[in-house]
């Protein structure tokens, strides 16, 4: 359990430069740039508009009822912890900090009597920043409660699953909701270029390439923190590559070749924005079509390492598995469907083994295309104003004067069929016998379907 005072939080970042050249006892990089105020405070624009309910918590203004308490949902490095901290430094509260990995309901009720005391002596409020709160059990989580809907601390809870399924609906219901998203690209580059100038930081102690920058900002994938650990690894780099006996005031270049070393991947050629985004996700997609299960790991890895979306190719992967596969598999939907909602859940780098499992399926399976065909050639028809009115026995009878009008009569109930089918027409009259949309293949699952599919229309034919 970590315990300050809101004056003492920022400490180790005011560490002026490196004291040490050996690097012992200075705190990362990323700790010692982490933003002191509200105006160092890179991207989530949304969540601390003026008046937003966080802004308020951060600045003290809580109202007459009081500051609220916070969950703090978003992927990591974008600055749960530090809008935490920046709670505690308004109105000299107490920090304490909790992981939910470590503790358990003893060191939570350790806080609460803490809080209670510092209350009652000394007038002061208490922010117990809890990290990873998703990993607390209901039990765990109800021990909270009680503190938190008196007030007795204000909560800060960070957590990089959906609170809708990991936190309990009534520390919920107590609780602000306040979402982060990713760092933009430009946003990433901010906080680099203020590392390398700021006192704090490498104090204008290295220069970095163009180059080494975009990769840097490219493999962090919106992740502040990712990105100052990667500038920090190839300062280190650099310095361990100058040359013996160079003397000389000027900063130290960081190169691509030495940003790559310390974060031990090469440069991707893939521009999320660009021609190579559309490009890749297309090879992506004709390859697993195509049945080229190499390829297409290979374009999926070229689209993890270039920091592209996961959730972005998971969509493309639900896609893929209706329009290409189809009914050759139904069962590739669902796999498909299920590696969506996970990554969005799970996050990198472990969603790349679900996006993985995902396109060996799309690209192993039978491949149809029959049921994209047919609702295309389905709404080509509407929208050319074919389909006349709905037979009159299909029509709603459930309301009043249906009976009247006839609506419903003649209507034959399936399941009173010997196997669940009865013949009847339910086309419109100017489509009906003429009309066949839906096409099964011979492949795959479909290969069973074409036999049903042709007993299917003699039973509803009379035949």
Same mark, same amino acid.
């Given at each position: 359990?970590?315990?300050?005072?809101?004056?003492?939080?920022?400490?180790?970042?005011?560490?002026?430069?490196?004291?040490?050249?050996?690097?012992?006892?200075?705190?990362?990089?990323?700790?010692?740039?982490?933003?002191?105020?509200?105006?160092?405070?890179?991207?989530?624009?949304?969540?601390?508009?003026?008046?937003?309910?966080?802004?308020?918590?951060?600045?003290?203004?809580?109202?007459?009822?009081?500051?609220?308490?916070?969950?703090?949902?978003?992927?990591?490095?974008?600055?749960?912890?530090?809008?935490?901290?920046?709670?505690?430094?308004?109105?000299?509260?107490?920090?304490?900090?909790?992981?939910?990995?470590?503790?358990?309901?003893?060191?939570?009720?350790?806080?609460?009597?803490?809080?209670?005391?510092?209350?009652?002596?000394?007038?002061?409020?208490?922010?117990?920043?809890?990290?990873?709160?998703?990993?607390?059990?209901?039990?765990?989580?109800?021990?909270?409660?009680?503190?938190?809907?008196?007030?007795?601390?204000?909560?800060?809870?960070?957590?990089?699953?959906?609170?809708?399924? #990991?936190?309990?609906?009534?520390?919920?219901?107590?609780?602000?909701?306040?979402?982060?998203?990713?760092?933009?690209?430009?946003?990433?580059?901010?906080?680099?270029?203020?590392?390398?100038?700021?006192?704090?930081?490498?104090?204008?102690?290295?220069?970095?390439?163009?180059?080494?920058?975009?990769?840097?900002?490219?493999?962090?994938?919106?992740?502040?923190?990712?990105?100052?650990?990667?500038?920090?690894?190839?300062?280190?780099?650099?310095?361990?590559?100058?040359?013996?006996?160079?003397?000389?005031?000027?900063?130290?270049?960081?190169?691509?070749?030495?940003?790559?070393?310390?974060?031990?991947?090469?440069?991707?050629?893939?521009?999320?924005?660009?021609?190579?985004?559309?490009?890749?996700?297309?090879?992506?997609?004709?390859?697993?079509?195509?049945?080229?299960?190499?390829?297409?790991?290979?374009?999926?890895? +070229?689209?993890?390492?270039?920091?592209?979306?996961?959730?972005?190719?998971?969509?493309?992967?639900?896609?893929?598995? #209706?329009?290409?596969?189809?009914?050759?598999?139904?069962?590739?939907?669902?796999?498909?469907? &299920?590696?969506?909602?996970?990554?969005?859940?799970?996050?990198?780098?472990?969603?790349?083994?679900?996006?993985?499992?995902?396109?060996?399926?799309?690209?192993?399976?039978?491949?149809?295309?029959?049921?994209?065909?047919?609702?295309?050639?389905?709404?080509?028809?509407?929208?050319?104003?074919?389909?006349?009115?709905?037979?009159?026995?299909?029509?709603?009878?459930?309301?009043?004067?249906?009976?009247?009008?006839?609506?419903?009569?003649?209507?034959?109930?399936?399941?009173?069929?010997?196997?669940?089918?009865?013949?009847?027409?339910?086309?419109?009259?100017?489509?009906?016998?003429?009309?066949?949309?839906? +096409?099964?293949?011979?492949?795959?699952?479909?290969?069973?379907?074409?036999?049903?599919? &042709?007993?299917?229309?003699?039973?509803? +034919?009379?035949?």
């Amino acid at each position: 359990m970590s315990e300050v005072g809101g004056e003492d939080l920022f400490a180790a970042a005011r560490t002026e430069g490196t004291p040490d050249p050996s690097g012992a006892g200075v705190p990362p990089l990323a700790v010692r740039m982490r933003p002191r105020t509200l105006a160092e405070v890179r991207g989530q624009a949304s969540a601390l508009r003026p008046g937003s309910p966080l802004r308020r918590l951060i600045e003290g203004s809580g109202g007459t009822a009081g500051p609220l308490s916070a969950i703090i949902w978003g992927p990591p490095g974008t600055g749960k912890t530090t809008l935490a901290h920046l709670v505690a430094t308004a109105a000299e509260r107490r920090f304490v900090e909790l992981s939910a990995v470590t503790a358990g309901v003893k060191d939570v009720r350790a806080v609460m009597d803490a809080a209670t005391r510092d209350r009652d002596l000394y007038g002061r409020q208490t922010v117990l920043f809890l990290d990873e709160i998703h990993r607390f059990t209901k039990a765990q989580q109800d021990a909270l409660l009680p503190a938190v809907e008196n007030r007795l601390v204000i909560l800060v809870a960070a957590t990089t699953e959906n609170p809708s399924f #990991s936190i309990i609906s009534p520390l919920l219901s107590r609780s602000v909701l306040v979402t982060l998203g990713p760092l933009s690209d430009e946003e990433v580059v901010e906080v680099v270029d203020a590392a390398l100038v700021d006192p704090r930081g490498l104090a204008g102690e290295h220069t970095l390439t163009d180059d080494g920058r975009q990769h840097i900002v490219r493999m962090a994938g919106g992740d502040a923190r990712r990105a100052l650990t990667s500038l920090e690894a190839a300062a280190g780099v650099a310095v361990d590559a100058e040359p013996a006996g160079r003397h000389t005031d000027a900063p130290l270049q960081i190169s691509l070749a030495q940003v790559e070393q310390a974060v031990a991947q090469a440069a991707v050629r893939y521009d999320r924005a660009g021609d190579q985004h559309y490009d890749v996700a297309s090879a992506l997609i004709k390859s697993m079509r195509g049945s080229d299960v190499d390829a297409s790991l290979h374009y999926l890895a +070229r689209m993890l390492e270039a920091g592209e979306d996961p959730r972005f190719i998971a969509r493309r992967i639900v896609i893929a598995a #209706s329009e290409d596969v189809g009914m050759g598999d139904p069962t590739a939907l669902q796999t498909a469907v &299920a590696a969506m909602h996970a990554v969005a859940q799970i996050g990198m780098p472990e969603a790349r083994i679900i996006l993985g499992q995902a396109v060996v399926h799309n690209a192993l399976a039978p491949k149809s295309n029959a049921a994209y065909l047919g609702i295309n050639e389905a709404i080509a028809d509407v929208r050319a104003g074919k389909g006349g009115p709905v037979p009159v026995h299909l029509r709603g009878s459930g309301y009043a004067g249906a009976a009247r009008l006839g609506h419903g009569d003649g209507y034959r109930y399936a399941h009173d069929g010997e196997d669940g089918v009865v013949a009847q027409q339910y086309l419109p009259d100017d489509l009906a016998g003429t009309t066949e949309y839906y +096409r099964p293949t011979g492949r795959g699952f479909e290969e069973r379907l074409s036999v049903r599919l &042709a007993w299917l229309k003699d039973r509803l +034919r009379g035949h």
